[in-house]
């Protein structure tokens, strides 16, 4: 097996297809290096007596390698009806942005409300603009580590087409006050990479990291999932790893990369993960193939997720869930 996988990274090394764009978005998608997803589900937002995420948290994302954190933000649940975000909901996020900038980490802002926007486009529509109207003045003063991400996983009701002209209406609304800000905008179809050549981006806008997620074998990846199909839930006992699985994420990744090479664009891998249902060994592969495939693409990544069922640490014990983290953060996999 360490011949195998140390066969595998030579392979790695020699098939990344591009070097990192030299834009100002290439540069800062490197300076994104490891990171995680945050906040999405803690109900911080609602009630921050009831916090999972600590503070102190911050600084130790840091100092234990990651070098971004990916904001999940569910605004839209925190609007009222003519589109105005919640004064005590902005706060939170204020601190969230002040206490992470503050610990040394670059910060995605990610507005997460891709299920609200696959069931309604007009509607979607109409509360994302509102949203940057407001989010984009408010942190125009923030350091280049902050980034703005558009959309998470526009899917369903937002079509590629609608996708397309509904990115360049946010661009437009966040140039209008960050014209120099990153922002991340990935493909539709739930930022999968193979509709990448149905994205349409403005080509003299030269400040946008694209960003895909990665979660294939889907069967293996969500097994157990019922979310994703009810009977799921009996799927389970999938393994990963074999020599074909393997050199099937080299392929995959130098599909991407041939893609950001062709177009001038920084790629950041804003997810993937695997569910906890399966095997610790297997998930553990699998994190560490994923990682070190982006990496050597010169990719930026992001890990889902922080906490929870695909966590990279278990906020119960207060400890690193180890076999993943060490996947993540390890340069080779042993």
Same mark, same amino acid.
């Not at 890990?303 to 996947?327: L, M, R």
């Given at each position: 097996?360490?011949?195998?996988?140390?066969? #595998?990274?030579?392979?790695?090394?020699?098939?990344?297809a591009?070097?990192a764009?030299? $834009?100002?978005?290439?540069?800062?998608?490197?300076?994104? @290096? +490891?990171?995680?997803n945050? #906040? @999405?589900?803690?109900?911080?937002?609602?009630?921050?007596?009831?916090?999972?995420?600590?503070p102190?948290?911050?600084?130790?994302?840091?100092?234990?390698?990651?070098?971004?954190? +990916?904001?999940?933000?569910?605004?839209?649940?925190?609007?009222?009806?003519?589109g105005?975000?919640?004064?005590q909901?902005?706060?939170? #996020?204020d601190?969230?942005v002040?206490q992470?900038?503050?610990?040394?980490?670059k910060?995605?802002?990610?507005?997460?409300?891709?299920r609200?926007?696959?069931?309604?486009?007009?509607?979607?529509?109409?509360?994302l603009?509102a949203?940057?109207?407001?989010?984009?003045?408010r942190?125009?003063?923030?350091?280049?580590?902050?980034?703005?991400?558009?959309?998470?996983?526009? !899917?369903?009701?937002?079509?590629?087409?609608i996708w397309?002209?509904?990115? +360049?209406?946010?661009?437009?609304?966040?140039?209008?006050?960050?014209?120099?800000?990153?922002?991340?905008?990935?493909?539709? !179809?739930?930022?999968?990479?193979?509709?990448?050549?149905?994205?349409s981006?403005?080509?003299d806008d030269r400040?946008?990291i694209?960003?895909?997620?990665?979660?294939?074998?889907?069967?293996?990846?969500?097994?157990?999932?019922?979310?994703?199909?009810?009977?799921?839930?009996?799927?389970?006992g999938?393994?990963w @790893?074999?020599?074909?699985?393997?050199?099937?994420?080299?392929?995959d990744? =130098?599909t991407?990369?041939?893609?950001?090479?062709?177009?001038d664009?920084?790629?950041?891998?804003?997810?993937?993960?695997?569910?906890?249902k399966?095997?610790?060994? =297997?998930?553990?592969?699998? $994190?560490? =193939?994923?990682?070190?495939?982006?990496?050597?693409?010169?990719?930026?990544? =992001?890990?889902?997720q922080?906490e @929870?069922?695909?966590?990279?640490?278990?906020?119960?014990?207060?400890?690193?869930?180890?076999?993943?983290?060490?996947?993540?953060?390890?340069?080779?996999?042993?």
């Amino acid at each position: 097996m360490r011949l195998f996988l140390s066969g #595998l990274f030579t392979l790695l090394a020699i098939t990344a297809a591009v070097a990192a764009p030299s $834009t100002k978005a290439g540069q800062a998608a490197t300076k994104l @290096g +490891r990171g995680v997803n945050v #906040l @999405g589900y803690d109900p911080l937002w609602t009630d921050a007596g009831k916090a999972r995420f600590k503070p102190a948290y911050y600084k130790m994302l840091h100092d234990s390698g990651f070098q971004n954190i +990916r904001v999940n933000l569910q605004a839209f649940s925190h609007m009222d009806q003519s589109g105005h975000l919640d004064a005590q909901w902005l706060a939170k #996020l204020d601190d969230v942005v002040k206490q992470a900038t503050g610990a040394g980490l670059k910060v995605i802002l990610d507005e997460h409300d891709y299920r609200a926007c696959a069931e309604n486009a007009e509607d979607c529509r109409s509360k994302l603009i509102a949203f940057w109207n407001q989010i984009a003045p408010r942190y125009k003063d923030e350091p280049d580590s902050v980034l703005f991400e558009i959309l998470n996983e526009p !899917n369903k009701a937002i079509t590629p087409d609608i996708w397309n002209g509904l990115l +360049r209406e946010a661009l437009t609304v966040i140039r209008k006050t960050n014209p120099d800000r990153s922002v991340v905008i990935g493909p539709a !179809n739930s930022n999968n990479f193979h509709s990448l050549d149905k994205l349409s981006l403005p080509e003299d806008d030269r400040n946008i990291i694209v960003t895909v997620h990665y979660y294939d074998p889907f069967a293996f990846t969500h097994q157990g999932a019922t979310w994703t199909n009810p009977s799921r839930e009996k799927l389970i006992g999938v393994k990963w @790893g074999s020599p074909a699985e393997h050199e099937q994420i080299v392929r995959d990744f =130098s599909t991407i990369a041939a893609w950001s090479g062709n177009h001038d664009r920084p790629i950041l891998l804003g997810e993937f993960g695997a569910y906890d249902k399966g095997d610790i060994a =297997s998930r553990a592969a699998w $994190t560490a =193939s994923v990682a070190r495939a982006a990496e050597s693409n010169h990719f930026a990544w =992001s890990y889902w997720q922080f906490e @929870g069922s695909f966590g990279a640490y278990d906020i119960a014990t207060d400890k690193w869930v180890a076999p993943i983290h060490q996947a993540l953060m390890s340069s080779q996999q042993n």
